[in-house]
């Protein structure tokens, strides 16, 4: 859990390690553990913010296939992201409206 007062840094701490900002003129380490992360850490932490964007229009499956498709390596078959996107859905209680 992050907490702290608003404008302290929160959500700055919170894009850098979710790589959602340009690193340039940033310094010092991050560690996982105790080691530095793995490469393919951006891809295993996230969060979503206050205003992230949902299309109203589409379906609780076809909004989690979108940020799949815009997020996921290119080398993440489609067969493996609806996977993914199967078992989020279903860690998350919404298989009665995900369609």
């Not at 380490?29 to 951006?42: A, E, L, R, T």
């Not at 390596?73 to 209680?93: K, M, T, W, Y």
């Amino acid at each position: 859990m992050l907490l702290g007062s608003t404008g302290c840094g929160k959500s700055s701490l919170l894009d850098v390690l979710a790589h959602r900002k340009d690193h340039r003129g940033l310094s010092g380490h991050i560690f996982v553990d105790g080691s530095p992360p793995p490469s393919s850490f951006k891809y295993m932490v996230g969060y979503v913010v206050q205003d992230d964007i949902i299309f109203e229009t589409l379906t609780v499956r076809e909004n989690l296939m979108f940020s799949a498709n815009i997020r996921l390596p290119r080398n993440v078959s489609h067969v493996e992201r609806a996977e993914r996107v199967a078992q989020i859905i279903f860690d998350l209680g919404l298989e009665s409206c995900a369609d």
